[in-house]
């Protein structure tokens, strides 16, 4: 039987996508069905008096608006889902417009009289640590504060040969997804059936049962088609809260659909932080200490400290950096509240270390390369100061794979440079952690026709996990691939799963799937020894049949499956039970550590806009179950890094304003600016699991900025320590 494992295999998802069949939330369509609009927060601080929507209930189609929404969700503001005391940030929701159709609705939200009273409003982070002006009344700005420390550094940094302090900004980003988030709540006695555009139905429901479980028996999650997330659609928000109460309330459907401009202003945005570093240096190119001060701009809400924890824990990356410390700080601003976003602390992490390496370089007058491979980590595992086990690896390797590569690049970089061309090649080597647990599950069935179904709790959208989970099950059991089907994203299908994020889905999902498998030969077997009047010990499962190599009889998997299955009798007469399914939860006790390198070589043009002449990228995540979706996902992330080192950039101006309220705006990529990249791989960083694979997801937007931005600041020959770069501001 031919192996699927390693193959590029076309993604199974793909032609009902591509053919116009997918089924977003928007195209959910039930009798009866209101339609929900919010009135959002035009100001970013204000005591709230009074919200007046007699007006607006006079309106034709209009059946209810709503005020004043208060739940207790774990780290939300206390006035979540809805402002009743207090306004926090522009595009908070203050009411909610239940109508007959959607323009109504709309409409209605001018007919809504808010009276508020300004408060002075906290924007920049760094100001809001000095805690004098509250973004929140009655609490302190200073939300969070965690230190860790790991030996000395301030005796190592004054000791050392050169002392350097940056100040290094990663600004916030909007998550961008093609598809803005929405959801459909369907309403029956005892029940709610939710389509939603999420990453974990099971999150989903979890959190809303929390909240409406006494007014429900029980929340049946199903994850509509989703046109993208990257992190921005885990947990659910306010408007999926608003949307649920009002279905219960009306005893009706109600949809959501956000319009761009309020997917700009309310999904969580990600990244904000602010690094203020020092560092120790010795001509030899050892680093000897760290000292960082890290700022996170949380907005409004809390739940985005966790992404500073792994910024942290993080920083020292693939380098033996024994004496560190970072003081945490979060804080509030008056802004849309900060979460994940591809990467989730990773990227921020990873750019602090490299521009330190690049800085460092550059001081002591040493090539990077070669300094970075005076730090790097050389024996795994390796135990980083902060605690974190990184597994198995060569980085060593790796790097020197990369370096060969890169001098190709410096090469021409330096022929181009003599005709008087701005061109820079950059390099960044990078760790990351991913499959965060605690466990993911699997469910594997035989139909009685031989077709096997593949129930899993993780939720993709978009990534061909799908595809790579029928690679792993055909492959265990001996079966054409087009005989598996991998279905997933219904909390009523499995009865438990977390969902799609950190690059797990493959590595937990996968090796759920595969143990599963092996739980549906061994009752194949078992099986197969009663039909057959066999031994359990004479019979061996191979290429999706049992077989008796005494006698030569078989019997295939479909055979086993209808037998077990069949109701000719009336009666089973067999000791073992019916029916070939397997059911198993998988869960790795360490995160896994993919590591690779990224190279750019770049061209700043007359106008100020980058050309990117060549970009090379090599990683190392273990087993690769499939080339073509691995390097899809490098492509994507190369491009989305590259947006966030040039262009993307949420800006609001002193007051609180969001300045860029749509894409004309925010700047996003296109395909204009895309570029080609070459990708390679190795396979020598394998997992602990059965499948020992890795995750990809991620690392190429963890790699990419400080390539891109290294590249360009030796084009300019000026040090670059931001994102976006802001390339008007230096040039």
Known sequence: MK??????????????????????????????????????????????????????????????????????????????????????????????????????????????????????????????????????????????????????????????????????????????????????????????????????????????LDVFGSMVKDIRVVQADVGGAFGSKLFPYAEDYIAVYSSLKTKRPVKWIATRSEDIRTTYHGRGQIHKVKFGVNKDGSLVGINDQLVIDLGAASHGTYLADISATMLPGPYKIKDIVVDVYGVYTNKTPLDQYRGAGRPEATFVIERIMDIAADEIGMDPLELRKKNIVRETPYINPFGLKYDNGDYLNLFEKAEKAFRGLEERESVLRSEGRRVGAGFSFYLEQNNFGPWESASVRVRGDGKVIVIIGASPHGQGTATGIAQIVADELGIDINDVEVVWGDTSLIGEGYGTYGSRSLTLAGNAALIASRKVKDKAIRLAAQFMRSDVQELKYDDGKVINPKSGESMSLREIAAKSMSTLGGTWNYKEEPGLEGTAYFGLDNLTFPYGSHMALVEVREDGLLNVLEYYAIDDIGTVVNPMLAEGQVMGGVLQGYGEATSEEVIYDKEGNLLTGSFAEYGILTAMEAFNIKWEYLEKGKSAAPLPAKGIGEGATIGTPPAVVRATEKALNKRITRLPMRLSSVI
């Open 3 to 208: 192996k699927y494992v390693g193959q590029r295999i076309k993604r199974q998802e793909d032609p009902r996508l591509i053919t116009g069949e997918g089924r977003y939330v928007d195209d959910l369509e039930f009798p009866g069905t209101l339609y929900l609009a919010i009135l959002r927060s035009t100001v970013p601080h204000a005591k709230l008096n009074r919200v007046d929507v007699s007006d607006a209930l006079k309106i034709n189609g209009v059946v209810d608006v709503i005020t004043g929404l208060k739940f207790k969700v774990e780290n939300r503001p206390d006035n979540f889902p809805m402002a009743s005391t207090e306004l926090l940030y522009v595009g908070q929701p203050i009411a909610a417009v239940l109508s007959t159709d959607r323009y109504s609705a709309y409409d209605a939200l001018d007919s809504i009289q808010v009276d508020y009273d300004v408060l002075p409003s906290v924007i920049d982070p760094e100001e809001s640590l000095k805690d004098q002006k509250r973004a929140i009344e009655g609490k302190s700005n200073i939300a969070y504060k965690k230190t860790y420390s790991s030996g000395n550094p301030e005796e190592k940094i004054s000791s050392s040969d050169v002392k350097v302090e940056e100040k290094i900004e990663i600004n916030r980003v909007y998550p961008s997804a093609m598809e803005p988030r929405g959801i459909l709540s369907i309403y029956q006695p005892d029940l709610l059936t939710i389509y939603a555009s999420t990453q974990s139905p099971h999150y989903m429901r979890r959190y809303l």
